[in-house]
């Protein structure tokens, strides 16, 4: 399992058109089938930041999802939507022994 954290500051007039167009993005990758969940939270802490939470059967399924037109599309478009560069950290989702 692959666990995802991208996080996007976007910039404050363009927050409602980055809403909207990343409603499209989230229902479109959730049909994945090497998707388990995709879900964008807001930070609490600072204002214009949100964080897509993503969780994928292995690579094949990023790299799957990473080519699909609707992921695409999307980041294509982010460009007019962010405000500084995309952040994101890939995590093995196998649990660690200690």
């Known amino acids: 399992m692959i666990i995802i954290h991208a996080a996007m500051t976007v ?5 409602d058109e980055f809403l909207q167009e990343v409603q499209q993005l989230v229902e479109d990758t959730k049909k994945e089938a090497g998707n388990i969940t995709y879900q ?9 930041v949100y ?3 993503e969780v994928w059967k292995d690579m094949e399924a ?4 990473n080519k699909s037109e609707h992921f695409v599309g999307f980041t294509q478009k982010a460009r007019d939507f962010l405000a500084a560069p995309l952040q994101v950290d890939i995590y ?6 200690q």
Do not use: F, Y
């Not at 990023?62 to 999802?65: E, G, I, K, L, W």
């Not at 093995?92 to 022994?97: M, P, R």
């Open 62 to 65: 990023v790299a799957s999802h």
């Open 40 to 48: 964008l939270l807001k930070n609490t802490s600072e204002t214009n």
């Open 11 to 15: 910039k404050e007039d363009k927050q």
């Open 92 to 97: 093995d989702g196998k649990k660690v022994q």
């Open 51 to 53: 964080t897509m939470v």
